[in-house]
């Protein structure tokens, strides 16, 4: 069965902390994904990677950058945390196929900056 | 640019009754379109998708969704609502790359009423 999981379910860090987010999954997808999810916006994507130390911006990048050094982990990382990063936190994987293969989500990190 | 609208952030249903969510897309080819749900505290789960061939797709959980390439549309529908199905529903259009990148909409929540 596909798993995608998530280090944590809940976070609470304070602002200009480096926030470290993981994300691990077991179907040796080469696709993972990064996205924040807030009401009313919808799922927007942060960073993305089609391979092993190889990513590309999302749509909303600024504040964030990535690690895969592995192929089933891709790590989000908070630089400096700010208030502005409270967020639902979503990850996902996909095999490197056409455009119709299905994105795998983990269960979220809900991250409250204070 | 892709864009994904969902014009119903909020829809009330009672139990047994029939529903529609709409997504209206913009994407300049033939699209990869998918319906994502996410329970309360959840992650995303696949409810659907269409890349090609019959217009009208069937999911899981009694759920089906119609392409509708002349009104740009992929609307979900089940027949006959339970309880259970009160969630978040988010349609996607595939970016259109083999990375496998999704735009999400907004998202509509659904109520249902007893």
């Known amino acids: 069965d596909v798993k995608v999981t998530q280090s944590s379910r809940y976070l609470v860090k304070r602002t200009g902390e480096k926030v470290f987010l993981e994300c691990v999954q077991d179907?040796?997808?080469?696709?993972m994904f990064w996205y924040r999810q807030d009401p009313g916006l919808g799922l927007r994507l942060i960073y993305f990677?089609?391979?092993?130390?190889?990513?590309e911006k999302g749509d909303i990048p600024e504040g964030y950058s990535v690690s895969r050094e592995k192929k089933e982990r891709f790590s989000l990382i908070l630089e400096s945390a700010s208030t502005n990063q409270t967020s639902m936190y979503l990850c996902?994987?996909?095999?490197?196929?056409?455009?119709?293969?299905?994105?795998?989500f983990g269960p979220g990190t809900r991250l409250l900056v204070l | 640019a892709q864009s994904v609208t969902q014009p119903d952030i909020h829809i009330t249903v009672s139990e047994g009754a029939s529903l529609e969510l709409r997504c209206n897309y913009s994407?300049?080819?033939?699209?990869?379109l998918f319906w994502y749900v996410q329970s309360p505290g959840q992650g995303l789960q696949l409810l659907l998708k269409?890349?090609?061939?019959?217009?009208l797709v069937q999911g899981i959980k009694g759920f089906e969704a119609e392409f509708k390439r002349s009104q740009s549309s992929f609307n979900l529908r089940k027949p006959s609502v339970h309880w259970s199905d009160a969630a978040e529903y988010f349609c996607?259009?595939?970016?259109?790359?083999?990375?496998?990148?999704?735009?999400f909409g907004q998202g509509t929540t659904l109520q249902v009423k007893p």
């Open positions: 996902a994987s996909r095999p490197p196929m056409g455009g119709q293969e299905t994105q795998y």
């Open positions: 179907m040796d997808h080469e696709n």
């Open positions: 990677s089609y391979d092993v130390k190889m990513k």
């Open positions: 994407y300049g080819a033939t699209p990869y």
């Open positions: 269409y890349f090609s061939g019959d217009t």
């Open positions: 996607a259009v595939g970016a259109g790359s083999n990375t496998g990148k999704l735009i």
